[in-house]
């Protein structure tokens, strides 16, 4: 059973920056990935995602151009840069690994524990 361990979480002004890290305990056989955040009384939603091999990233619209989605196969962990943050991108933040939808922002297999995003104006 692969486990999930996000971290990087935290409290930051609007316009801050985070680096959030998502840990695999075992070689992730080169599965597709992605980051998705729930805030309270909303529903789940899809971040930005990552093919196994990195060619390919998506984002929500919500995000472009300020989220970064990246990782280190080599040490099997999943990051997500967040620059420019904003109110509306505080949220629990989560990792997924192994997709089980054609769509990124789909279903995956296996899911973290979140890691909280809170940001203040």
């Known amino acids: 059973q692969l486990q999930l361990v996000e971290s990087g979480g935290g409290s930051v002004q609007a316009g801050g920056s985070l680096r959030l890290s998502c840990a695999a305990s075992?070689?992730?056989?080169?599965?597709?990935m992605a980051w998705f955040r729930q805030a309270p009384g909303k529903e789940r939603e899809a971040v930005a995602g990552i093919s196994s091999t990195g060619s390919k990233t998506d984002y929500a619209e919500s995000v472009k151009g300020r989220f970064t989605i990246s990782q280190d196969n080599a040490e099997d962990t999943l990051y997500l840069n967040m620059n420019d943050l904003k109110s509306e991108d505080t949220a629990m933040y989560y990792c997924?690994?192994?997709?089980?939808?054609?769509?990124?922002?789909?279903?995956?297999?296996?899911w973290g524990q979140g890691t909280q995003v809170t940001v203040s104006s």
């Open positions: 997924a690994s192994y997709r089980l939808s054609a769509d990124w922002s789909g279903s995956y297999k296996y």
């Open positions: 075992e070689r992730r056989y080169r599965y597709s």
